[in-house]
């Protein structure tokens, strides 16, 4: 099970941490990863981290602003964003598959899915 929380409404330059509480997922074996459908759009990647070494991966226009990070104790992944932009606003899930982070976001093949949580940004 996959449980996203931390969205909301933030101005253009703010801040949001997002959360992906996980079970069943705290094998090694596991790639946690972050996704977005912006209003109208495709659902893309953004991130993902593996769960056996901490691997991480940020597509282009992500990298620098968001951060991937896990805290085992807690089974929760993080994506921090920071200066948020208009085009980063939609719907934001956690997805995760077995096997390890390796830039693959082909999101039809991840099995696994959270609700998603709402990201609007907006003045």
């Known amino acids: 099970q996959l449980v996203e929380s931390g969205g909301g409404l933030v101005q253009p330059g703010e801040s949001l941490r997002l959360s992906c509480a996980e079970s069943?997922?705290?094998?090694?074996?596991?790639?946690i990863g972050w996704f977005r459908r912006p209003p109208g759009k495709e659902r893309e990647g953004l991130a993902c981290?593996?769960?056996?070494?901490?691997?991480?991966h940020y597509v282009d226009s992500v990298k620098g602003r968001f951060t991937i990070s896990r805290d085992i104790d807690k089974n929760t992944v993080y994506l921090q964003l920071n200066g948020l932009k208009p085009e980063d606003a939609g719907v934001y899930y956690c997805?995760?598959?077995?096997?390890?982070?390796?830039?693959?976001?082909?999101?039809?093949?991840?099995?696994?899915w959270g609700q998603g949580t709402q990201v609007t940004v907006s003045s």
């Open positions: 997805a995760a598959d077995q096997g390890y982070c390796s830039g693959n976001y082909y999101w039809p093949g991840w099995p696994y």
């Open positions: 069943g997922f705290s094998s090694a074996s596991f790639v």
């Open positions: 981290i593996s769960l056996s070494d901490g691997h991480t």
